[in-house]
């Protein structure tokens, strides 16, 4: 997992990301969708509230790794939704950072290269603790590896989990007590 | 001078920033002003293409310094121009973004708060060195103490400098030989 990020590269990767979302709008003006240039910068304003929320579960390495997952061109691309904003700060984020490193590691060795890999994490903050929940869509070509990985004495508590050639469903918590 | 942003920290500053230029869009395109909002998008591509410059100079802490400024909340607004793109290499990074900031420091004590005080920073790399000149607009309630530091024995040889009560406009070269 790459921590040393500078802000000169930070806002150079986040620039990129911007720009693709500003040449949508001006795609959809210059064919004269307005309609749809306004669903644009809805959604922008939407994943913006998103990445907000992400940040404001104050752990800070994990965010970062999903803030900067996609910039490493891996075999699979990461969103992400948070369900409820409640700071989590009775995680051990360096732990779970580190899990997740090394989750999306074996992952990203697990399956199709060039192809639409796609990996959704959810997490749902509550009072009793803290659901994450991994689901991927594309083509697993090794599911002994992860299930391996999985099996592992790890850090985390897996609630639950399917694996199958083209899903995997993963669910973990952490209480907060 | 703050040298330790976090990515998460850099990426709530930079979102904040391109989600009042994505609002400016919103705006105009609900009152119908499509031509407005195009324009808007040019100078949003253009001042993108503007940080990428700036970047590429390969002045990282200079460009740091310049490129988050503006989150401070100072007494003046920053903003830079990069004439051409030729690497900087050969001038002391560190020494040249230590300089700038313990200048801003100063002015930033010499001018009158909450006025719309304005800096901006001209960089012209060429074959023989580069010229960086510092052109503020506002008001000065202190000459004296930007004149006391100007006549130090610096890091950086100040070619033109002219000062009075509303400007100030600075220049400064390095010699790439």
């Given at each position: 997992m790459k921590t040393d990020w500078s802000p000169v590269e930070v806002l150079r990767y986040?620039?990129?990301d911007w720009l693709n979302k500003i040449q949508l709008i001006k795609g959809n003006l210059?064919?004269?969708k307005i309609d749809r240039a306004n669903e644009i910068i809805d959604e922008i304003v939407s994943d913006a509230r998103e990445e907000a929320n992400l940040t404001n579960l104050i752990l800070p390495r994990f965010a970062t790794l999903l803030l900067t997952y996609n910039w490493n061109n891996q075999r699979f691309q990461?969103?992400?939704?948070v369900l409820d904003v409640l700071k989590c700060e009775y995680i051990d984020d360096e732990g779970l950072a580190q899990w997740t490193d090394d989750f999306f590691a074996c992952l990203n060795a697990?399956?199709?290269p060039y192809y639409e890999n796609h990996l959704t994490?959810?997490?749902d903050p509550q009072l009793t603790g803290t659901r994450?929940?991994?689901d991927f869509r594309g083509i697993i070509t090794d599911i002994g590896q992860i299930e391996e990985f999985l099996s592992r004495d790890g850090f985390l508590a897996v609630v639950n989990q399917e694996i199958?050639?083209?899903e995997l469903s993963l669910e973990v918590f952490f209480s907060s007590k």
């Open positions: 986040a620039r990129h210059s064919l004269n990461v969103d992400y939704e697990s399956i199709k994490v959810t997490i994450f929940f991994f199958s050639d083209y």
